[in-house]
């Protein structure tokens, strides 16, 4: 990992080297399980908004795949911004998931998802909170925020 510290050094932000320090730390407690695949990049976003800009040109670019995955998804503009780019990804033929946390997620409803669900993408909600759907503790959620667009 010699190339992560050269990373590090460019990082002016105390706070953001601080983790990815301990990102450093968890890759390295991985190793003996199996190793990393080469050539995979890491780009680290402090700002919101210029997240959502990267993420939305990242689905408008997509060629094959767009798969999402998050702890929010709600009915507001931004979750409308992200619905309609996911819509424009299947429509020029892309394979496009969503999967969302149902808890986290609590606002969204059918008919926000129908369009989606009408363009062939899946959608799935992740450990709904109803018993008779819930696949493991109500408290067992998913806060993670993934974007994979072509396999990168």
């Known amino acids: ?6 990373i590090l050094e460019h990082v002016p932000d105390l706070k953001w080297r601080r983790r990815l320090y301990t990102f450093k730390r968890v890759f390295q407690r991985l190793l003996p399980l199996g190793g990393m695949s080469e050539g ?23 060629k094959s795949r767009v798969w999402l995955e998050t702890y929010i998804f709600e009915p507001d503009l931004i979750g409308l911004q992200f619905r309609n780019a996911l819509m424009e990804a299947a429509k020029r033929g892309c394979e496009v998931i969503l999967i969302y946390d149902h808890f986290g997620s609590s606002y969204l409803n059918h008919a926000f998802l ?23 503790p109500l408290l067992f959620r998913d806060h993670r925020k993934i974007l994979i667009v072509d396999d990168y």
């Open 1 to 6: 990992m010699p190339r992560f510290a050269k």
């Open 40 to 62: 995979n990049q890491i780009e680290v976003f402090t700002e919101r908004d210029l997240i959502f800009d990267h993420m939305l040109t990242a689905i408008a670019r997509a």
């Open 114 to 136: 129908e369009p989606l669900l009408q363009r062939g993408i899946g959608v799935y909600d992740f450990n709904p909170i109803w018993p008779w759907r819930r696949q493991g």
